[in-house]
Nanobody
Framework: VQLQASGGGLVQAGGSLRLSCAAS????????MGWFRQAPGKEREFVAA????????SYADSVKGRFTISRDNAKNTVYLQMNNLKPNDTAVYYC???????????????????WGQGTQVTVSS
């Protein structure tokens, strides 16, 4: 599967952005999907994920209550709605796909086989 992330940009603190990740292929509905981010000089970290069924989601503590992950299987797309953005949310955001049909949300990047190219999110203070 190929993943194309979009929707990043420059926003002021307190603003919102919605990231999209479009997937190729006819089996999108069987993939667990995740969002990760990497800030300059830091390691890539987990942000949010959703199981292939859509029944379960999980969030990093730093974004809980501000970010929402969702999926639209008819559009082969997963979204990350980001509200009340903060300067330390600045990073390149990556979407990833996991083909293992897990019932528990995958939070470790090593559980994901496919990665998008990343989209830059910059939050100014």
């Amino acid at each position: 599967v190929q993943l194309q992330a979009s929707g990043g940009g420059l926003v002021q603190a307190g603003g919102s952005l919605r990231l999209s990740c479009a997937a190729s292929g006819r089996t999108f509905s069987s993939y667990g999907m995740g969002w990760f981010r990497q800030a300059p000089g830091k390691e890539r970290e987990f942000v949010a994920a959703i199981t292939w069924s859509g029944r379960s989601t999980s969030y990093a503590d730093s974004v809980k209550g501000r970010f929402t992950i969702s999926r639209d299987n008819a559009k082969n797309t997963v979204y990350l709605q980001m509200n009340n953005l903060k300067p330390n949310d600045t990073a390149v955001y990556y979407c990833a796909a996991d083909s293992n049909r897990r019932t528990i949300v995958a939070r470790d990047e090593y559980e994901y086989e496919y990665w998008g190219q990343g989209t830059q999110v910059t939050v100014s203070s």
